[in-house]
Each structure stands twice: as structure tokens, then as C-alpha cells.
């Protein structure tokens, strides 16, 4: 480590290596080798003046990134990380987050003029391969750029700073019939146990083995593929390697492959017991359409509870059974080895060459993204099997649409299923309300063993089925009581929209004095289920006498209902 006294504070960290991903299938990884920089930008604004981390944070911070990203790398890359002085924002933190939310506001803007400051104040910024603004608005990434409002919580910005080297997130295949491989979709950010999923905020949680491989940080040699029938040992991946292999990839068709790997960290008695199964490169859609295809799937070995953490393969749980792919694993038990490993069996059922592919699936319409769509629709893919190559609906069992809203994993309606081509839905959208909503359709292969599926799905704005229903506010104003000069202003509504909550744009609220005068406006913070809240400790009620508090909520359709509440002020 080293200390520049003129600009700021400069780090040596090795452990951050970058690679692109290609949408549909992993790449091959790029060189593991030199470093890579990042400039941190540390600001204060006009309205919240002053240092909001000191050197010896920052120091620290990057200290234990430097030790996680090492153990995850095999010190085999590293970063250059630059801390500016700090400096003062053009326009006060009020302009860049008028609502006062953490994700809220013009982070884009709040970027760009970090970045001029840097640049006016002699920081070469082009030169560097990363921006991490702190303090940002809550904490975000995007590719080569970081917004970070807290340096003492390094599992976040690890997270963040995998989304700027181009990371996807790590998810869970969520299956709807009760099962672990069943048709379903992929859950944004299912696994829990990699800092790409759910699992941010430790330090224990380390990136699956798939990603390492793709990263260069696991080599060939590291891993096992498999494709004869065996028992196969396998360390702890998150532990030093010592010659034995961190995983097991195992060719499930011409499209996906198995990962099994085990963990020794977390201290849990599921992944420190059993073996985490992954799906890499499965053919599937995101339900939130604002997400791109990722490359991994946690596969949850006990779907019947909820809970995802008990999702490993653990000994006595007998076979793991893909009877489309004609795999089979269980594991038999940890061995008593330095690292600790586990002893993993697999069996192959079908002769080579008889394996079923997925079947291909696409839209042909709606576009994706489509709004303004009321009355009848046509849904309409084209599906083919893959094994066979024509369009003749040869080798494809049935096609099924399903309608999400958004944000809901369980579909409002489920279309009868289509068992040759044409693969076309004429659907009444009168039955749906004004909002968002996605399409997945689901293709099925004929195969003796139930079939192979493909999903895709496309998002559609249904608008103007008959009026747009206005809002409503459902209860009047929830004041503290009593008012005086002093007090803080508290204020809480529910909002109601018969066209769905999803489909509020804003909640807003005005504070008038006895004279009418207006001396707030605030955007109201959403608290679920239709809840807002505002909580405003500096008033100044100046004046005494009857306040009127107006609030109002407008749907997406710019529709809007207003409530009245009044207050004393003693």
C-alpha cells in the first residue's frame, strides 16, 4: 500500500479481472493477467458538507476487498484503486435525489458531473477502468461504473463492482410444477451463496465455480468433467486449492452443462454438508424483462420448503434424477482431508447420442416491450425441435403461453396448450387491467422421458381497455397529534388503483398554512402494499392555526384523485 499526499489515496489491491459475456452462452475467458484501475471519487455536496468516510475506512475497506477478491483469484490479477481528495458537487444532494430514497434521483447526472470535478481537479479519468462515486445514491453498478454510499460495506460493492467487470447475476431455477428441474423460470438473484445472487454482505460467500472458470480463476485442470459413470471427490472450492478438483461439470445436451461444487465457509449445515448443483447456459428468460440471460441456475434440492439455503444435495438424500438428460447424482459423504472435500457419485442412464436437446422457441409477436395494446392481441412464437431442425411441428409435444403482471411470480392466467404449428394465441386483453405484464411461452419436445422445454418471453403494456380507472386514496391522513412548532410532521395514506397498484406513478403531498400559502411539496415514500409515508423533521411552523395537508396519487396513465387532511398547529 501506498500513500499520495497530493491527490488522495492510492491502493495496490490485487484481486478484480474482467471479462465480456456473450448474451447467449459463455465465452471463452479472457487473460487473467495485469491490473486493472479504479478511481474512487469522493464527494460532499453543498447541503451535506464534510468528509462522509475517513482514510482510515477507505483503508480498511479496500483492505478486506483485497483479501476477498485475492482468495476468489488466486492472486492471479490485480487493481490499482485511486482515492481522490474530496471534492465538492456543483448543485446540492437535494437536486441529484429529490426524494430523498436511495435509489432514487439522477444517478446518471450525479456521474457525470463527479467526473468533470475529477478530471477539472487533474485525474486522468478516461485512463481508468472503473468510477466508483461515493457517496453515491444507495448502492449500484452498471459496466465500469460504480455508485457506492458506503465503503464499510464491502459485500455490497462486491456485488457492484462484479456488475462493472460485466457479471451477470446468480440465479435459482424456481420450478412451478413442485420440482428441482420441472418447467419454471429463472429467480433473479436465487443463489443466496454467491455474492452475484442473494448472498451479499459476507465475506464467506465467494463466486460460484462456473463463474471462476469463466474468469480464468478456476483452470481446466482445476475441475472434473464428466462423462463416464463414477465417484468423483471434490474440496471445498472457497479454501486453497490443494491439488484435488473445485468442481465437477458435467455435459447435460449440446446446450447446458451440470456444475457441482461444494463450500466449507459459510458454517451453515446445508452447503457445508452437501454439494450446491448448477445449471450453466440453460435456455430460459428472465420474467423481470428489464434483465438479460444470465449463464447459472441454483438447482433447489428440496423444493418443497421455500427456504433456499437448504437448496444442496446433501448425503441420504439418495438420487438427483434427470431422466431427460440421463444423469444421476448423489453424494455419498465428506471426507476427512485438508481441505475438507466430498465424495460425489454419478451415473449416466441413456446410451451417448440419445440425449434430447432443448427445443428452440421465439417470439414473432408481440415486440417485445409493446405498449399501447388493448382489445385482442395475437401471441405467436416460432418453436422447433432443435434435433430435428424443421418448423413442421415434428418433435415438438405442445406450446404454452402464460401471462405474468409484473413483479409476480405466479402467472394470472395460463392458456390452453397448442400441439402443432401454428403456435398462435388470439387473446382478449379486456380481462387484464391497464399495466405491465409479461409473456412466457414454454415449448416441449416429444421424449420418452417427458421432454426437454425452452422458454421465451416478450413484455406487453396493455393501455385504454375501456376508461382507465382513476386511482383512489383509501384512507384519510394519519397526523401525529398533537402539533406544535417543534414538532415533526408525520403524515401516512394508503393508495388503492383498480387498474393495480403496480400501475401508481407517483404519490406526492402539499402542506398549506392558515393563509393557503404552500410551504412543502414532498414525493412520498413508498412503503408496500400501497402504504406511503412522509416524515419531515424541520417544518417550521411558524404560524399558528389550521394546516391543510393535500396529497395526491397519479397512475401511469397520468389520472389522478386527491385527499384533503387538516392539522392544528398549538
Keep these: 500500500m501506498r500513500l499520495a499526499h497530493d491527490l488522495g489515496l ?34 460532499d455536496f453543498p447541503d451535506a ?137 429463472s429467480k433473479e438473484y436465487g443463489n443466496r451463496f454467491d455474492p452475484m445472487g442473494g448472498g451479499k454482505g459476507r465475506f464467506e460467500r465467494q463466486f460460484n465455480t462456473a463463474t471462476k472458470h469463466w474468469l480464468g480463476w478456476l483452470a481446466e485442470d482445476d475441475i472434473t468433467t464428466v462423462t463416464q459413470d463414477g465417484i468423483y471427490r471434490i474440496q471445498a472450492h472457497d479454501r486453497p486449492l490443494n491439488g484435488m478438483s473445485a468442481a465437477l461439470r458435467i455435459p447435460r445436451n449440446g446446450q447446458q452443462n451440470y456444475w457441482v461444487e461444494f463450500r466449507d465457509r459459510l458454517g451453515d449445515r446445508w452447503s457445508s454438508s452437501g454439494a450446491l448443483v448448477m445449471w450453466e447456459n440453460i435456455s430460459f428468460q428472465y420474467l423481470n424483462p428489464n434483465q438479460t440471460n444470465s449463464h447459472t441456475d441454483l438447482l433447489d434440492m428440496h423444493p418443497a420448503t421455500a427456504d433456499i439455503r437448504d437448496a444442496p444435495l446433501l448425503p441420504g438424500d439418495g438420487w438427483f434424477d434427470d431422466p431427460q438428460a440421463g444423469i444421476r447424482i448423489r453424494v455419498l459423504g465428506k471426507a476427512q482431508t485438508t481441505p475438507m472435500s466430498l465424495d460425489v457419485e454419478v451415473q449416466f442412464t441413456l446410451p451417448a447420442g440419445t440425449v434430447d436437446s432443448p427445443p428452440s422457441v421465439s417470439f414473432v409477436q408481440p415486440f417485445n416491450n409493446s405498449s399501447s395494446i388493448g382489445g385482442t392481441t395475437v401471441f405467436e412464437v416460432m418453436a422447433y425441435d432443435s434435433d430435428i431442425g424443421t418448423t413442421d411441428g415434428d418433435g415438438i409435444d405442445n406450446v404454452v403461453f402464460e401471462i405474468y403482471g409484473d413483479g409476480s411470480e405466479v402467472p394470472i392466467a395460463v392458456l390452453p396448450p397448442i400441439t402443432k404449428p401454428p403456435y398462435r394465441h388470439v387473446f382478449d386483453t379486456s380481462t387484464l387491467n391497464d399495466t405491465g405484464y409479461t409473456v412466457l411461452c414454454r415449448a416441449t419436445s416429444t421424449a420418452t422421458a417427458g421432454g426437454n422445454f425452452s422458454t421465451d418471453l416478450t413484455y406487453i403494456r396493455v393501455r385504454c381497455n375501456g376508461a382507465n380507472r382513476p386511482p ?77 395537508f393535500i396529497a395526491r396519487v397519479s397512475d401511469r396513465g397520468q389520472l389522478t384523485q386527491t385527499d384533503l387532511g387538516k392539522f392544528v398547529v398549538k
Design 472 to 548: 383512489a386514496i383509501a384512507h384519510k391522513l394519519a397526523l401525529a397529534s398533537p402539533i406544535t412548532k417543534a414538532s415533526q410532521f408525520r403524515a401516512k395514506i394508503v393508495v388503492s388503483d383498480p387498474n393495480g397498484l403496480e400501475d401508481i406513478g407517483r404519490v406526492q403531498g402539499w402542506i398549506a398554512t392558515p393563509s393557503k400559502a404552500v410551504v412543502g411539496k414532498f414525493t412520498m415514500k413508498h412503503e408496500g402494499a400501497g402504504v406511503y409515508t412522509l416524515a419531515r423533521p424541520n417544518m417550521n411552523f411558524s404560524i399558528l392555526g389550521t394546516y391543510t
Design 49 to 185: 458538507r464534510g468528509p462522509s468516510f475517513s482514510d482510515h475506512e477507505f483503508s480498511r475497506a479496500t483492505h478486506s476487498l483485497n483479501r476477498y477478491w485475492t482468495s476468489n483469484s488466486k492472486g492471479l490479477v490485480g487493481i490499482d484503486a485511486t482515492v481522490t481528495s474530496l471534492l465538492r458537487m456543483p448543485r446540492p444532494l437535494s437536486y441529484y435525489n429529490p426524494s430523498g430514497t436511495a435509489k432514487g434521483g439522477l444517478r446518471g447526472e450525479l456521474m457525470a458531473d463527479a467526473l468533470d470535478l475529477a478530471e477539472t481537479a487533474g485525474y486522468e479519468v478516461s485512463s481508468y477502468d472503473i468510477h466508483w462515486l461515493t457517496p453515491g445514491q444507495g448502492t449500484n453498478g452498471v459496466a465500469g461504473k460504480v455508485w457506492g454510499n458506503n465503503p464499510n460495506s464491502p459485500g455490497i460493492i462486491i456485488h457492484e463492482l462484479g456488475h462493472s467487470l460485466n457479471l451477470p447475476h446468480a440465479n435459482s431455477w424456481r420450478a412451478t410444477d413442485g420440482t428441482t428441474i420441472g418447467p419454471g423460470y
Design 10 to 43: 492510492s491502493f495496490s489491491i490485487c484481486a478484480l479481472t474482467s471479462v465480456l459475456f456473450a448474451a447467449a452462452s459463455p465465452a471463452l475467458p479472457q487473460s487473467a493477467d495485469g491490473d486493472r484501475t479504479v478511481l474512487l471519487i469522493h464527494v
